[in-house]
């Protein structure tokens, strides 16, 4: 290696170097910091190596193996310069491809280049690819061109130029002054100007000085320190020469996370090369300053991030943060003047000095100049390092660099600066990047932590991660922070638990302030920031946590407990009837259900299940069949007779209490009256249409509810002791007026929605245009409609398959056409109902949008319609339906019936009765209480909602007969919210070794299309036993996860005698 | 034959430095070679380093690098570092407690497998993360743990 002894060495050198590097046509850059590592970069490097020797071509074609690009979430990726040809996600098996397409001639290899989301395009070069084209590498630009064990690629692209000019063309003050005029403040905590805190210690009298390059502040998440020393320690290593030159220091030391092995040895090498130089030690570069480094390995404790307790463990001590002053300037390092920089303000102080301040000051913010990284991670697509001018908005580097959050999700927050920063909400997006703008924000830039945050995290949880983390990192000199953090971890966990109430959250807010007010350093000082930040922005999520015992992210095990009994409105204990199933306990199953659900035999059938929807099992593979399974114990109860058994007569409760009176006999309205007949109450159900049941009898046909099992369930609730008058429209045979003085004491509306929408296009009035739901309440009920014999349905949910299902089976329809402008995936219709309808022949036109009736003579003749793509996403984050330019065609048709949607149904309501109703038509009702304006009236259901669905109709009911029963016995309105938990906690059933690899979610047995032609047969037919306890045997049993379920069933084993 | 400490120590730390100041390197150096510290060696390197046993005692119990007990002889260690947690990596600890039957921090009975947790490795992009002896394995979930100690384990009774 050279000795460089002089000034004019180096520029020597590095012309030679220059010279001396054979020119390739091109250099395929390999990224290969541990985390290209993790993803197999090292294979790519062999791969790539082994076909340039097979083709002979290392005289065109370059290798370079680099640190990280920053682009983590493409590892391995290469990048094929000069072009800036980039490729992610790689595979050995690409290696020829790129060597012969790509470096040797020069084209881009289309199937390995990136896909823009959200367009058809795909991207290759740099400065197409959204994660690159925003950013402005200045730091971070050479872990693209050097190979970091070489310090021959620094010199040569004028590493050390910084350094000589310092040395030669500047006085230390001047070095300051420069330093100053740049502007540059501390890339780590709250941004301290670099320049004052070098001239304090500079102007500091005591004898030797020490610089300190801080490569531990170990934010959990931030991690360009590592990427830096890594891919480019020569930087570091410069910039710390030059601040020792500036501050008059003699020695300097390099502590690094032990954790960062790599980092480590990089650093090491590159300390050893520049001593070797004569950039270390004595007379560097042939002047008179002399200085030398030395790595100091952090041994995993992250109070050594905080300066003061950093030097404790220099000097080979406990990390023991003590109080400033004296600062590091006056007394640092064994009581000398020190000074300490982290990685990135280290490394930015060359490139400073090379290209000069006025230029690093041109870029960046008033107060904030130059460029920062942030680590970019969590719930973003792009996760990476990225490097932007200071003055950036946060939706830029989230959305525009990180591509937003996953498909499908919300961004909620962005929580900076590690656990001494904060969450910036996602409606602060458009907030300004710079030091004073975050630290108003309630943050603190940090070191450059940026983790987004999606609807999946839940911030009490988060909190609580947080505050376990730094009691477990107190160093526990001083009392506030030892003792606080502690106490705030376990009043996080209390709440994650479900198990908080609101005295505890007092509690918090003060000992958040106690810990902040009353500990010694900055890590105590800040480590109520956590709870302070989400409670600032996300308190009603404490809120649900601690009064509703609700996890609105789904986190909180021990407040989930079966994800499938927690997602039911109603609360239904899937897992205990599913571990019963399992058992072969086939009735106590149904006993299980019918405690919580009035109506099991139709929400087997009809419920859109969100119980599924929630399944464990279902990430990793298929959910458990829930409503499949509960079918099968309620149609075995039905055939055991079991039902009458178990529901049977329930004349034991005395029915004593006031009259309450149910307008509206579906879902919602049937639950409340059974409840409430349950508590003693005499409800009246008054049902405008000839026969109970609502939309489930009217709106959905035969094939997929048959009417004998609402019948059957009507006449269970009407035992319970409710009465049921059908035929009776509120508002027009009876008024709620008349019913108060016929003694009825409190009221619930449930009339549902059956207002139909229009298309609002042309031709809409023909003759032949039918609303789907007076199309389908009259062939539940009936009577008789005129269709076909050719049949449009426009509409893509399950009203607009029900009636294309019933369409297809009149005698006198030939085909049923739907026609839908979105594509299958975003469909609302349930997904088995929509293969069911392709099963019996119904034509399925998708991104397809009727744009005129066509009518002759005033009756329908077909619809005109146009083509649709999918453009850019909505507000609610699904993607809008585009027309496609001139792309009209003809459906023909004699009927169209439209199923585009239905509004609440008020007209039980007279002006008199005085209940607030939206603009949208619906009745105002609290979604808490159910209580509408006026006292006593209380509503759900589709009327307040409109559509949704079965389940939550009933849970609607049931919540308003409990507010019902409050509000007859002169208490407050205040529902009653318990913690999910099984009544009853079974074991689970062990698989054999084949159910373990085999088993499978079982497909639902159909009756044969065939055998459905032109008749209303139940379509389903229900598993069989063995299928059915076979699913459930499939349960992963959630409910045993929590502490209460892991006792519950250790106590279970001890009694059984067998082994805890 | 009583064991040779301040020989083994000495061959072993011949290029280290033997001030206060060195404690902290020549720990790490100790651990590296051991696997861990070992508590008999502790009165060697106390004079060694010029501090007292108590003092160094302190230091090492501190950092959590250090350690008094052997190692398995696999280690796993599941990042729980804020990235990693956001994307589940607790739920993997959890795993592998169950799969190994050991809580974080402990060694299996067999002596196969130490758990460990670490809060960032510096990988927070392809989170969540884990190492198994030294290798760092990127994007994992409870069933990437689970089949890697399943390999382990079936590699181990082969050999
Ligand atoms: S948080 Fe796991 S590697 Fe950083």
């Known amino acids: 290696m050279n000795r460089l002894l002089h000034p004019g060495h180096l520029e020597d050198w590095r012309k030679r170097l220059i010279d001396e590097t054979s020119p390739v046509r091109r250099t395929i850059v390999v990224t290969a910091g541990t985390c290209g590592r993790a993803s197999g970069a090292l294979e790519i490097r062999d791969a790539l190596q082994a076909e340039i020797d097979r083709l002979g071509a290392g005289d065109n074609v370059g290798l370079l193996v680099t640190g990280c690009h920053g682009f983590c979430e493409m590892e391995p990726s290469v990048i094929v310069q000069p072009e800036g040809i980039f490729y992610g996600k790689l595979k050995p098996e690409d290696a020829p491809a790129i060597v012969k397409q790509t470096a040797l001639a020069g084209k881009v290899v289309e199937r390995l280049a990136l896909e823009i989301p959200g367009t058809e395009r795909r991207a290759a070069k740099l400065e197409q690819i959204p994660f690159y084209r925003k950013q402005m590498r200045l730091v971070s630009e050479n872990n693209f061109r050097v190979d970091p064990e070489r310090i021959e690629d620094y010199i040569r692209l004028g590493g050390y130029h910084g350094l000589l000019r310092g040395l030669y063309d500047m006085t230390a003050d001047g070095v300051i002054e420069e330093i100053r005029a740049s502007g540059l403040r501390g890339r780590g905590g709250a941004g301290f100007p670099t320049a004052l805190k070098w001239d304090l210690c500079r102007r500091s009298s005591g004898h030797p000085k020490y610089v300190v390059c801080n490569a531990d502040e170990g934010d959990p998440g931030a991690y360009m320190d590592r990427s830096l020393l890594e891919g480019n320690p020569h930087a570091v290593i410069e910039g710390l020469i030059i601040g020792a030159y500036a501050i008059g220091a003699s020695e300097g030391f390099v502590y690094v996370r032990g954790e960062y092995p790599l980092a480590v040895r990089n650093v090491e090498r590159a300390i050893g090369q520049a001593r070797e130089c004569g950039l270390l030690g004595k007379a560097i570069l042939g002047s008179e300053f002399s200085f030398d480094l030395h790595v100091v390995e952090g041994a995993g404790a992250f109070v050594s991030g905080e300066e003061t307790a950093m030097m404790a463990s220099i000097e080979g001590r406990k990390a023991f943060p003590r109080p400033r002053p004296p600062y590091p300037a006056e007394a640092g390092l064994w009581g000398k003047p020190t000074n300490i920089n982290n990685v990135e303000t280290w490394a930015t102080v060359p490139i400073i000095l090379d290209r000069g301040s006025a230029w690093f000051a041109s870029i960046g913010t008033e107060k904030s100049k130059g460029t920062k990284i942030f680590s970019l991670v969590g719930q973003v697509r792009n996760t990476g390092l990225v490097e932007v001018p200071m003055g950036v908005t946060l939706r830029e580097i989230v959305e525009e660099i990180g591509g937003g959050v996953p498909e499908g999700r919300k961004l909620k927050a962005v929580q900076t600066g590690g656990p001494s920063g904060g969450c910036i909400p996602a409606a602060s997006a458009d907030l300004v990047i710079d030091y004073e703008t975050l630290a108003k924000a309630g943050s603190i830039m940090g070191s450059g932590g940026m983790i987004v945050l999606d609807d999946r995290t839940c911030m009490v949880d988060l ?110 204990e899937a897992s205990t009837y599913i571990a019963l199933v399992a058992a072969g306990r086939i009735k106590e199953a149904y006993e299980v259900i019918v405690k919580d659900n009035p109506l099991p035999s139709i929400c087997g059938r009809a419920c859109d299940h969100p119980c599924e929807i929630a399944c464990k099992a279902g990430e990793s593979g298929e959910p458990i069949s829930i409503r499949a399974i509960k079918r099968y114990v309620c149609d075995r109860a039905a055939a055991e007779g079991w039902d009458q058994e178990v529901r049977g007569d329930k ?269 949208s038509g619906s009745v105002i009702a609290d979604p808490e209480t159910k209580a509408t304006s006026v006292p006593g009236v209380f509503a759900g259901g589709d009327v307040v909602t409109g559509p949704a669905s079965v389940i939550e109709a009933m849970a609607a009911g049931r919540r308003a007969a409990a507010m019902i029963e409050c509000y007859l016995e002169g208490r407050p309105l205040l529902p009653e919210y318990k913690l999910t938990r099984p009544s009853l906690y079974i074991e689970a059933v062990a698989l054999t070794p084949e159910e373990a690899v085999s088993a499978a979610r079982p497909p639902m047995p159909h009756l044969a299309p065939a055998k459905r032609a032109k008749n209303f047969k139940e379509v389903e037919l229900g598993l069989k036993e063995k299928a059915a306890l076979g699913e459930a045997r499939r349960c992963l049993r959630c409910d045993l996860e929590t502490e209460d379920g892991r006792r519950a069933i250790k106590a279970l084993k001890l009694k059984s005698g067998g082994r805890p | 034959m009583e064991r040779d400490w301040k020989a083994e120590l000495d061959d072993l730390l011949k290029d280290a430095g033997s001030r206060p100041r060195d404690t902290i390197p020549v720990l790490h150096q100790i651990q590296e070679h051991f696997d861990h510290i070992p508590p008999a060696a502790l009165p060697f390197i106390a004079r060694r380093l010029r501090v007292s046993e108590s003092e160094l005692f302190g230091v090492l119990s501190f950092y959590r690098a250090f350690t008094l007990k052997p190692k398995g002889k696999h280690t796993i260690t599941v990042c729980l570092g804020t990235a990693c947690h956001v994307r589940g990596s607790e739920r993997i600890a959890e795993e592998l407690e169950t799969v190994l039957g050991v809580s974080a921090g402990d060694t299996t009975a067999d002596g196969l497998f130490t758990l460990e947790t670490v809060n960032c490795l510096g990988c927070c992009a392809i989170g969540p993360v884990m190492v198994v002896d030294g290798v760092t394995h990127a994007r994992t979930s409870p069933q990437t743990a689970r089949d890697l100690v399943e390999n382990i384990r079936t590699g181990e009774k082969k050999s």
């Open chain 1, 463 to 572: 909190a609580r991660y947080y505050l376990h983390f730094l009691e477990e990192e107190s160093c526990g000199k001083c009392a506030p922070c030892r003792v606080g953090t502690r106490q705030m971890s376990e009043l996080l966990r209390k709440m994650t638990a479900g198990k908080a109430d609101e005295s505890d959250l007092r509690r918090l807010e003060q000992l958040a302030q106690t810990v902040k007010t009353a500990s010694l350093c900055g890590l105590g000082q800040t480590a109520a920031n956590p709870v302070l930040s989400t409670l600032a922005h996300f308190r009603s999520e404490y809120e649900a946590h601690i009064r509703e015992k609700r996890c609105p992210a789904r986190v909180c095990r021990e407040i989930i407990s079966s994800p499938c009994q927690y997602a039911c409105p109603i609360g239904q």
């Open chain 1, 651 to 919: 004349d034991r409760v005395p029915r004593d209490r006031e009259n309450v009176a149910i307008i509206g006999g579906g879902p919602a309205g049937l639950t409340a009256a059974y409840d409430l007949a349950e508590k003693g109450f005499r409800p009246t159900v008054f049902e405008a249409l000839p026969v109970a049941g609502g939309m489930l009898a009217a709106g959905i046909p035969n094939h997929r509810l048959p009417k004998t099992i609402i019948a059957a369930e009507v006449e269970a609730i009407r035992k319970a002791g409710v009465e049921i008058r059908t035929g009776v429209r509120v508002g027009r045979d009876v008024t709620i007026e008349g019913l108060k003085t016929d003694g009825f004491k409190a009221f619930f509306l449930a009339t549902g929605a059956w207002k139909s929408m229009r298309l609002n296009v042309p031709g809409e009035e023909s003759k032949g245009v039918l609303q789907s739901l007076p199309y389908l309440k009259a062939v539940n009920l009936g009577e008789p409609v005129n269709i076909g014999p050719r049949v449009i349905v426009v509409g893509g949910g399950n009203s607009a398959i029900d009636a294309a299902r019933a369409a297809v089976r009149d005698p006198n329809v030939k085909s049923v056409t739907i026609l839908y402008r979105r594509t299958r995936a975003e469909m609302p219709a349930f997904p088995e109902e929509v293969e069911a309808a392709i099963d019996e022949g119904i034509d399925l036109k998708l991104l397809a949008a009727p744009v005129k009736i066509l009518a002759k003579n005033g009756k329908v003749a077909g619809a005109l319609c146009l083509k649709m793509k999918l453009g850019d996403k909505d507000a609610g984050g699904r993607r809008k339906p585009v027309p496609v330019e001139g792309s009209d065609y003809k459906v023909e048709a004699e009927t169209v019936i439209l199923a585009v949607g239905e509004r609440s149904d008020t007209s039980c309501l007279t002006e008199k009765d005085g209940v607030a109703v939206s603009a």
